[in-house]
């Protein structure tokens, strides 16, 4: 079974420029989740997607970051301006959904983002 | 009060040791406990999910969850140096609240040949 795959996996940009992350999940998984994870720290959260649909952005900051899910199966995460503390490493997961229940996320293996 | 708290270490064991790692947490809701291995630069994989009170094994694995306590440890026994990696705890509400995951910082553990 195919895993999680994202590109690219590094990206180096400059503040205030523009970036896009690509996420194309485990086949059949319905649930796909984008996580930022700072150095020394755990993923957080930024965006549920159930099929096309969003479940929770609730820590996505809307006024720069932005994401969509067509189709119900890739996905992309852009950044618009970037700023410096943008600088992460951006992981995507996905996870089979049953009977309404989301199971074990499988996680990519992420995008190291460096804004200088 | 950070909603889950995980000492980061670093911790260094020699090989065949005994590990123990922690987490506490502060949102009684969390019904479902997870332990993820994270190898350097590369994503998170889940090695023991948990739900509720109890303890679950797999192999020289074992998660114990405490909800009185609000306390949850992964123990690793027969440590060897394939177990270098930093160890995440990662909780959610579940089915009826929130799915969404909460990680604590996780512990680097380093096991020496």
């Known amino acids: 079974e195919a895993g999680v795959a994202q590109s690219p996996r590094y990206k180096i940009i400059e503040k205030r420029q523009s970036v896009a992350f690509w996420c194309n999940p485990i086949?059949?998984?319905?649930?796909l989740y984008w996580y930022q994870q700072i150095l020394g720290q755990g993923p957080k959260l930024l965006i549920q997607?159930?099929?096309?649909?969003?479940?929770?952005d609730s820590q996505l900051p809307k006024d720069r970051f932005s994401a969509e899910r067509l189709k119900g199966v890739d996905s992309t995460l852009k950044i618009q301006p970037a700023k410096l503390e943008d600088s992460a490493v951006y992981l995507c997961?996905?996870?089979?959904?049953?009977?309404?229940?989301?199971?074990?996320?499988?996680f990519g293996p992420g995008t190291r983002l460096t804004v200088t | 009060q950070k909603e889950v708290e995980q000492d980061p270490g670093p911790l260094s064991v020699p090989e065949g040791a005994i590990v123990s790692l922690n987490c506490t947490y502060s949102?009684?809701?969390?019904?479902?406990f997870m332990w993820y291995r994270q190898y350097s630069r590369k994503g998170p994989e889940l090695l023991m999910y948990?739900?509720?009170?109890g303890n679950k094994e797999d192999g020289r694995f074992t998660a114990q969850v405490d909800k009185s306590s609000k306390y949850i440890s992964l123990f690793i026994r027969d440590s060897q140096p394939s177990d270098s990696a930093t160890y995440l705890c990662?909780?959610?509400?579940?089915?009826?609240?929130?799915?969404?995951?909460?990680f604590g910082k996780g512990t680097k553990l380093t096991v020496n040949p």
């Open positions: 997961a996905s996870s089979l959904l049953f009977g309404g229940i989301s199971y074990e996320q499988y």
């Open positions: 086949s059949g998984h319905a649930t």
């Open positions: 997607f159930q099929n096309n649909g969003v479940v929770d």
């Open positions: 949102n009684s809701a969390f019904q479902y």
């Open positions: 948990t739900y509720s009170s």
């Open positions: 990662a909780m959610s509400e579940g089915q009826g609240g929130s799915e969404k995951l909460v």
